[in-house]
């Protein structure tokens, strides 16, 4: 069977709840492989919730429907404050990526009290905002970026992530809407580990499944690289 944009392979599938230190409860779904444990663990941060973006996000989803049974990683997805979904709606309002911080906490702390492994995040536009910002915790092992904007992310952000010393990947469309590569990787110069991707022909929202595949394939490299290249039929 080919995988295709609507596939979902088998996973253990959970609804869970994130509990944040300021009171709020959010809503998401942790995917686990189906088989053994995982070897890694995607938390993802949605795009801009007053666009659109959410846990179902299309990229956070297919990496939902297809990691866990073709690379043993586990993905937890959740909806920021105020965010809804199919999944339901998450408790609180839209904090234009400063209150977040707490969700981004309580979805760090639920990896560690459930024994999921090495987290790594994956930020796709406002999510990269929040990585950046607030993912510098000493349980993230780094950070996958698609299509960072760098506008609420500052130098001053990505300095501190140099301090930090974990691995930053950044995946630029070659036609993106905020952050194109040359400057992109002017801007990440200041992170001596950043490693800066440019993909032709891609586009902020990663539309088509070539661009999804170079996506997913970028992420299992880092996090179980055992697992690459993903096989493109199951």
């Given amino acids: 069977m080919e995988?295709?944009?609507s596939t979902v392979l088998p996973a253990v599938r959970q609804d869970i709840e994130l509990h944040t230190a300021d009171g709020l409860t959010l809503v998401g779904e942790l995917a686990l492989p189906p088989e053994g444990p995982p070897a890694a663990t995607l938390v993802?941060?949605?795009?801009?919730?007053?666009?659109?973006?959410?846990?179902?996000?299309?990229?956070?989803?297919?990496?939902a429907n297809r990691l866990p049974a073709l690379a043993g990683i586990a993905v937890?997805?959740?909806?920021?404050?105020?965010t809804e979904s199919p999944r339901g709606r998450s408790e609180g309002t839209f904090g234009d990526g400063e209150s977040e911080r707490f969700d981004v906490a309580s979805a760090l702390e639920y990896t560690e009290f459930h024994d999921l492994p090495n987290?790594?995040?994956?930020?796709?536009?406002?999510?990269?905002?929040?990585?950046?910002?607030?993912?510098?915790d000493p349980l993230v092992r780094g950070a996958v970026l698609l299509s960072p904007p760098l506008r609420r992310a500052t130098d001053a952000d990505l300095d501190a992530w140099a301090e930090f010393g974990r691995p930053l990947v950044a995946l630029i469309p070659e036609f993106d809407d905020y952050l194109r590569p040359d400057e992109a990787r002017r801007r990440f110069a200041r992170v001596p580990q950043a490693e800066v991707i440019a993909v032709d022909n891609a586009k902020h929202l990663w539309v088509g499944e070539p661009y999804v595949r170079i996506v997913l394939n970028e992420i299992v490299t880092r996090l179980n690289p055992a697992a690459h290249p993903l096989p493109t039929e199951a």
């Fill in 44 to 63: 993802c941060l949605h795009p801009l919730p007053t666009a659109e973006g959410m846990m179902d996000s299309h990229v956070l989803r297919k990496a």
């Fill in 119 to 136: 987290p790594w995040l994956l930020g796709w536009s406002f999510g990269t905002e929040l990585a950046l910002k607030w993912g510098r």
């Fill in 76 to 82: 937890l997805r959740f909806n920021t404050r105020g």
């Fill in 3 to 5: 995988i295709r944009s």
